[in-house]
């Protein structure tokens, strides 16, 4: 994978040119941000656990028929997906009040909601990722309204799916944000859950304790953000914290 092309480079992860047409190679970097890049710092191991975390649960999806643009890991860091054209919004599901949810609204963070919420934010840094309406989307074309319907049949489909699975080992989800692409195939095209799944864009909270184990250790300068998805991925099956000192980074086992 020596000189592979740089296709694109966001805030948490690069994508390169894949080893077959229609495929990118996404490479999980260190870099925490929050704020919109407004607070930035590199967290040695934080995309290790993502990729690990990420790639686990889209095995996951995948294996009830959800359709998701993961092919396989290829390395601690990265994974190997298909190429998708993304569609420019960031879909927010949310199950507890928190966040800007809480702050919008006046409502106390940890009030369940009547039901789950999905909204949508245009994917725009300069403009902040503004809030938008489903008469927005539609109007200036960023996806037609059969394609918001799967998008939002898919969103709770994956809600549904992931309260589950958080559930099982002690965590309630609170809420996360997804983002969708459009798959070609020949002449066909459909809708794919893309990105990421990972603490970077969950909140995740233990049930017992409500300790935060997601980004949020970040954004609200509490420490211990590695050691939180250290324990989400721990909780998955999926990491063996190593006791050894001097030792950067997690350690990781294979899916079993």
């Keep these: 994978m020596n000189r592979r092309r740089r296709v694109y480079e966001g805030k948490a992860?690069?994508?390169?040119?894949g080893p077959e047409p229609g495929t990118l190679v996404q490479h999980f970097k260190d870099d925490a941000t929050a704020f919109n890049n407004k607070k930035h710092d590199r967290i040695e191991g934080k995309g290790v656990l993502n990729n690990r975390i990420?790639?686990?649960?889209?095995?996951?999806?995948?294996?009830?028929?959800?359709?998701?643009?993961?092919?396989k890991r290829l390395n601690m860091r990265e994974q190997l997906i298909r190429e998708v054209e993304i569609i420019p919004l960031e879909v927010v599901i949310r199950n507890v009040a928190a966040g800007s949810l809480s702050k919008r609204l006046g409502l106390e963070e940890g009030t369940t909601l009547p039901r789950s919420i999905v909204e949508f934010y245009y994917k725009a840094d300069e403009l902040d990722d503004p809030m938008v309406s489903e008469e927005h989307i539609t109007a200036f074309g960023w996806a037609s309204p059969p394609e918001l319907d799967d998008i939002m049949s898919l969103a709770l489909r994956i809600n549904d799916f992931l309260t589950g699975l958080f559930l099982g080992v002690g965590i309630r989800l609170v809420d996360f944000k997804i983002e969708f692409g459009r798959l070609w195939e020949g002449d066909q095209m459909r809708i794919v859950?893309?990105?990421e799944i990972s603490p970077d864009c969950c909140r995740l909270w233990d049930i017992d304790t409500q300790d935060k184990?997601?980004?949020d250790r970040f954004r609200r300068d509490m420490g211990g953000l590695v050691e939180a998805y250290q324990e989400v991925a721990r909780r998955l099956g999926l990491h063996t914290e190593n006791p050894t000192?001097?030792?950067?980074?997690?350690?990781?086992?294979?899916?079993?």
Excluded: C, W
């Excluded at 992860?13 to 040119?17: A, F, H, P, Q, V």
């Excluded at 990420?54 to 092919?71: A, D, Q």
């Excluded at 000192?245 to 079993?256: D, H």
């Design 213 to 215: 184990l997601d980004k």
């Design 193 to 195: 859950l893309a990105d």
């Design 245 to 256: 000192p001097g030792r950067s980074g997690p350690v990781l086992v294979q899916s079993k």
């Design 54 to 71: 990420s790639e686990y649960i889209f095995e996951r999806l995948n294996e009830i028929g959800v359709p998701t643009h993961f092919m």
């Design 13 to 17: 992860k690069i994508l390169y040119e």
